[in-house]
């Protein structure tokens, strides 16, 4: 582990309190003099449509459940500090007895952010136009489609998927894509 790198970690905390953790790290990275060493704190939600009694709500969902992550270069201090925060249990990827954490793959890290939007990185596909891909989260998860145009500005294919007997072309992001078997 380099000294002195930016790097992402998952902090695990109370189910249903990651947002409270996360005010209070806000508030501590002020206080306790951090601020050089704790950058992002995500809790990785995503907006929902929900239908109950035919009407539909947006509903804000977590989708890790007890954890967030945290952007931070690794000192004593600042691992001290998030550790102490109260709402905290411990660092995922540490083996307890003093040891620090392992952080998180920069390709995991960025398969979270992109998923709720917070990543400004481009997607590498592999795939091109005439390509047959599959869709891979989302209403079509799991249909397969020919790429008819690729976007790499706004990251979006246009996939031509049968539904109801007939090629519809779809809008999906690059995210949601992969190359079909």
Do not use: C, H
């Not at 540490?94 to 890290?109: L, Q, R």
């Amino acid at each position: 582990m380099e000294e002195n790198k930016k790097e992402w970690y998952v902090v695990n905390t109370y189910a249903g309190q990651e947002r409270r953790v996360k005010e209070n790290l806000e508030k501590r990275l002020e206080t306790m003099g951090i601020s050089d060493n704790l950058f992002r704190i995500v809790v990785a939600e995503e907006t929902q449509i929900e239908v109950k009694n035919e009407k539909s709500k947006e509903v804000v969902k977590n989708i890790f459940a007890g954890y967030l992550f945290v952007e931070m270069i690794m000192t004593d201090e600042a691992w001290y500090v998030v550790r102490n925060t109260p709402g905290v249990t411990g660092f995922i990827g540490s083996s307890g007895g003093g040891a620090k954490p392992i952080p998180v793959k920069e390709k995991e890290i960025e398969a979270v952010l992109r998923r709720i939007g917070q990543s400004d990185k481009a997607v590498e596909v592999d795939f091109k136009v005439g390509d047959t891909v599959k869709i891979l989260s989302g209403p079509f998860s799991g249909m397969e489609g020919t790429v008819d145009a690729m976007n790499d500005e706004t990251q979006i294919a246009t996939v031509l998927i049968i539904l109801f007997g007939r090629e519809t072309p779809t809008d999906i992001s690059y995210v949601d894509l992969g190359q079909a078997l």
